[in-house]
């Protein structure tokens, strides 16, 4: 049993991560990932140049926020795909937090978060294949023929 | 659907929506884990394993912060060696 001064402690929490992730979200929206240095660059590409999955993901949101749909799926197509569904998983996640209720969620069986897991590597390994089609899913490569 | 019954309304948080976020922005080596145990989580729920689903989903907890901390460690040093070059440098932006 948890005690309503953890459940208070918790609340505050999430309340203060929500606020986090709004702030973020408008220094995202002010500030282009792709020419300012206020982000730092993705581990991976910076000391090997190979795409993670997630590269261009920061810069995919931003052009999202600006409501340039097309180039965020450039960026990133894998991240747009899956970013309704985090975030619903989030909001989700603030509700158990804040009211002690979660919305609606499918158990997903075992395999298919498995499956989910081995996409997300594929997409990792075949966006530094540079060979068409592949190389159109490196970051921003889509529309830039 | 074999094992013990579980009580409606039991839920076991299993960290799925935090593991792929951990995956993408943080630290994909240490998120994978967190996603494999996202999926235990389901997985023993469904076979009636509650102390195992526990288990997992406090093991995609911990792996989510390992992905976080490396993640927030990669970006912390990165400003780091780029302030530092930036001094050296002066200002060639």
């Not at chain 1, 990932?33 to 090997?48: D, R």
């Not at chain 1, 298919?112 to 897991?117: F, K, Q, Y």
């Not at chain 2, 989903?57 to 989510?64: Q, T």
């Amino acid at each position: 049993m948890r005690s309503v001064a953890s459940y208070r402690y918790r609340q505050y929490l999430a309340s203060a991560t929500c606020i986090v992730g709004v702030a973020g979200a408008i220094v995202l929206r002010v500030f282009d990932p792709a020419n300012s240095g206020v982000y730092p660059p993705c581990p991976l590409h910076y000391l090997t140049g190979l795409y993670c999955p997630g590269c261009g993901s920061l810069r995919a949101i931003h052009q999202l926020l600006l409501g340039n749909f097309t180039n965020a799926w450039a960026l990133n197509p894998l991240a747009m795909i899956l970013l309704p569904f985090v975030v619903y998983g989030l909001a989700s996640q603030a509700l158990v937090e804040l009211r002690g209720r979660a919305l609606p969620e499918p158990i997903l069986s075992g395999f298919w978060i498995r499956a989910l897991c081995g996409v997300i590597v594929l997409f990792g390994i075949l966006r530094n294949v540079p060979v068409y089609p592949f190389d159109r899913l490196a970051p921003g490569a889509l529309f830039h023929l | 659907m074999t094992g013990t019954v579980i009580p409606p309304g039991t839920t076991v948080p299993n960290y799925l929506a935090f593991s792929i976020l951990a995956t993408i922005l943080c630290c994909l080596p240490a998120g994978i884990p967190a996603i494999i145990y996202s999926a235990q989580v389901n997985s023993k729920l469904l076979s009636g394993d509650l102390a195992g689903a526990q288990a997992a989903s406090n093991n995609a907890k911990l792996w989510c912060w390992i992905s976080f901390g490396l993640g927030l460690g990669a970006g912390l040093f990165f400003v780091m060696i780029s302030m530092l070059g930036v001094l050296h440098r002066g200002h060639s932006y």
